[in-house]
Each structure stands twice: as C-alpha cells, then as structure tokens.
C-alpha cells in the first residue's frame, strides 16, 4: 500500500517536471540582447542559450 | 580500429577532457569531499558507478525517448541512480556514508553526469557510452585524489592512517576551506601551465615545418 | 535570538560558498561582471526560498506520513526542477525586462548545488516552518553577498598582470581561498 503511494507520488511529479518543461520550451523567449559572451554559464546544458536548445528550435 | 577509438575515448575523459581541471564541472565535491584520500575514494567510486550506470541506460533507450523530453527523462534516471546508490552506502559503507552524508545526494546534481549524458549517450551506443563514462568517472576521480592527497598530506601529515610527517610540522589550514580553495586553484594552474607547454610545443612543431615546406 | 543565530550562520559564518562549498559553478562562471553577480543573487534568492519551503512542506506532509522518507533526493530535485520551469515561463511571457536581468540563470539554478544542499539541510537541522524560511534567505543573502564582492574583485583581476597560465579560474580561486580566510573572522559573530 505504502509502496502505491511512493510510486504514485513520484509518478505525480515526474508528470509535472515534464508538463512544465515542455510548456516552457514551447514558450517564445523574448526578442531581447542578451549578451552571450559574458554569459559564464551557458556552456551548462541547462542554459536556456546551450546550443542544443538553439537547433532545436530552429529545427521547428 | 574499434579498440582503437574506444582505448581514445577512454582517456579522453582522463587527459584532454579531465573534468575537474579542464572542463571545470563538478566543483562542489571537489572541495567538499577532499578532505581525506578515503572520502575520495569513496566520492570517486561512487560518480563511476552512477555514470557508468547512467551513460548505459540512456544510451540505451535514446532511440525510444521523444527529444523535446529527453533531458527530464536524465534527470528522473540519474536521481534514481543516486538514491540507489545513497541506500548502498548506507546499508554496507556507513562510516565512508556519515563523513560524506552532505555531498552523495548532490551528485544529482554533478554538471558532469548530465552534461555527458547529453553530449555523448544520447547520441552513441551502449558500449561506447559506458567507456566514456568509465573514463570521466576516472578522470573525476584521479583529479580528487590530487587534491586530497596533497590536502590530507600537508593538512594532517598522515594518508589514510599512515603517518608520513610528523604532526609537529603539519598546515592545518589545509583541511580547511581555505586550503581547499588553495589546492584546487594551485593544481588547476599547473594542469594549465602543462597544457599551454604542451600547445607551445605544437606551435613551434608546427611552425618549423611551414618553413621547411616554404624553403623546399 | 534563535532566529538572528540562524541569519547569521547561514549568511556569513557559514556561508554556502565559502565554508559549505554548493554553489562553486557559478561562483566562477557567472562572476566576472558585477551587475551578473547580483542577477545571479537574486534569481538565487527567490529559488532557494520557495524550493526550501516547498522541500519543508513536502517532507513534513507527503515522505514523512507515509513513510518514505527514501523519496528524498528525487523529489526534491523533481519539484525544484518543475519550480524553476514554471518560473521562468512565467517570466518570459509577462516580464521580458525581469527575464533579462535573473531569467537567464535560473536554469542554472536548477542543477546547482545550493538549492538541492540547501532544501536537504533544513530538513537534517530540523527546523520548523519559519526557521526554515530565515534559513533559507541567510543562505541567499550570504550567496549574494560573496558573489557580489567576488565580481568586483574580479574585474580588477582582469586588469591585473597576471601569468599566462594562472589566468582565469586558477587565479580567482586563490582569490576565494584569501576571501574564505577573511570570512573564518566572522565566526565571533555567533
């Protein structure tokens, strides 16, 4: 019974990480400059400007 | 040819693309768990399994995985891993579990464990993959025991348990986070003065043979 | 007074960078210019705070009632991750100026030791709700403080004649360990 609910639980939020990421990768980023060089932490995947993101996108 | 390419991505992870001193990820552990050669080891055994793990898995079902939710679908698995590993070492390692309890869980979070995941398991197979992760989680752990080893040694004088200078004449600043600080910037210049010598030498290399070519 | 120890600690005497050492990779990465840092301290601020209470209301009302307190690590990563998605839709769609200045580090955020480092820490001190909220914003100033005062040293750094192969990183954790030995004074403030 225990073990449901763990598993139910995880398998909420995992529902939510993935609901909220898509949202907000389909999200537009605004026309905005951002200055890419001074940018230390793009190079992280997670970065938003992370090139994969990039070719995705323009992929589309 | 194949063992060839797997022996280069192998030390690739341990050389050109050393985590800690030439990509910079995987910081926190770095200074945190280098207090002690043993809590190295431990931190640097427990990141080859976790990325072994994971590089396998992912590279796995890459194929199976729609892109747009790929790196959720990391993170969920890389967290499972962790907290597999987390019950492990609390279940059989637990002294090596108490003197680390804050860092195991932030190896979720390790920059390098996604970061490979997205840049070479997602897109090559299974065998490759856990060789690359083999490499980087050997790489990660030869670059903490550099610096445990010179933080244990100076700080304490002894190295797991085995005294080698004698405790009068010991830094004990170094066991602490301003020793730290201070090894990791030390041990990162060195690594760098290593590889400008060595992109030097290839300068030079490549220059002496442009002006034979143009005298021949 | 328990609640101005527990400011206190968490921003200075045991500040997330300097003494607990979460939160180094983007110490180094986002510090070089100051007004970044304090983008950086702010998008950190309001992650830390809401994650850490989240992470607070989450283990005292789902892992512990029903026992499966080993859902730890995942859900707290899950949950920040999805906090930090939604906000940073949020800000695209209705506050482009506010995206420019702190979007950009929030998925940064995500992946960084001190949200996860914070969120477990409340919850191995035990504290309550509003001890956990206090907590929380020391850790946040603290960060913002040291990222800040690190930014403006490095500026200068750049300037500075330094050698070809301690350039960048290496010279600016030496820096990090002088500023760690400065902060070890502060420990007569508690």
Not at chain 2, 90 to 100: I, P, R, V
Not at chain 3, 48 to 63: M, R
Request: with cysteine; net charge neutral.
């Amino acid at each position: 019974m225990k073990f449901l609910i763990a598993f139910g639980f995880i398998l909420l939020i995992v529902v939510l990480f993935i609901t909220t990421y898509v949202l907000n990768n389909r999200t537009e980023k605004p026309d905005i400059d951002i200055d890419i060089e001074g940018c230390g932490g793009c190079h992280n995947i997670n970065c938003g400007h992370h090139p994969t993101h990039l070719t995705n996108k323009e992929a589309k | 040819m194949k063992t060839n390419s797997l022996f280069n991505i192998f030390t690739t992870g341990i050389f050109k693309e050393n985590p800690i001193f030439v990509l910079f990820l995987g910081m926190c552990p770095a200074l945190g768990v280098t207090t002690s050669v043993t809590n190295a080891i431990g931190m640097g055994v427990g990141v080859i399994f976790v990325l072994l793990m994971s590089n396998v898995i992912i590279s796995l079902i890459r194929n199976i995985v729609m892109e747009e939710i790929r790196i959720p679908v990391f993170i969920v698995i890389i967290a499972s891993l962790v907290t597999l590993l987390e019950m492990f070492m609390k279940a059989y390692t637990l002294d090596l579990y108490n003197s680390m309890k804050v860092f195991i869980p932030l190896i979720t979070v390790n920059c390098i464990i996604l970061g490979r995941a997205e840049a070479f398991a997602s897109k090559n197979g299974p065998v490759k993959s856990a060789v690359d992760g083999v490499g980087m989680g050997i790489g990660f752990m030869i670059g903490l025991l550099a610096i445990s080893f010179f933080r244990e040694l100076l700080g304490t004088g002894a190295i797991m348990g085995v005294q080698i200078i004698p405790v009068a004449f010991t830094i004990p600043i170094f066991t602490t986070a301003v020793g730290a600080f201070l090894t990791l910037g030390v041990l990162t210049g060195v690594m760098m003065v290593y590889q400008n010598y060595k992109k030097d030498n290839k300068e030079k290399l490549e220059k002496a043979q442009e002006a034979k070519s143009e005298v021949a | 007074m328990d609640l101005y120890v527990i400011f206190m600690g968490a921003a200075l005497v045991n500040n997330i960078i300097l003494t607990q050492f979460l939160g180094i990779c983007p110490f180094l990465g986002v510090s070089k210019k100051s007004d970044q840092a304090i983008g950086m301290g702010a998008a950190v601020t309001f992650v830390i705070f809401i994650a850490s209470v989240l992470a607070y209301c989450i283990y005292s009302f789902i892992l512990v009632p029903f026992e499966i307190e080993y859902m730890q690590t995942i859900a707290f990563i899950l949950v920040i991750a999805s906090l930090v998605q939604f906000v940073e839709m949020v800000l695209k769609k209705y506050s482009p100026a506010l995206y420019k200045s702190l979007g950009v580090f929030l998925p940064l955020i995500t992946t960084n030791c001190a949200v996860l480092g914070t969120a477990n820490n409340v919850i191995t001190k035990e504290f309550d709700l509003i001890q956990t909220m206090i907590y929380s914003l020391g850790i946040s100033i603290g960060f913002t403080l040291v990222m800040y005062i690190f930014s403006t040293i490095r500026e200068r750094l750049e300037q500075a004649p330094v050698s070809r192969s301690f350039n960048g990183n290496p010279i600016a954790l030496i820096t990090a360990a002088i500023m760690a030995l400065a902060f070890f004074g502060l420990g007569g403030l508690v």
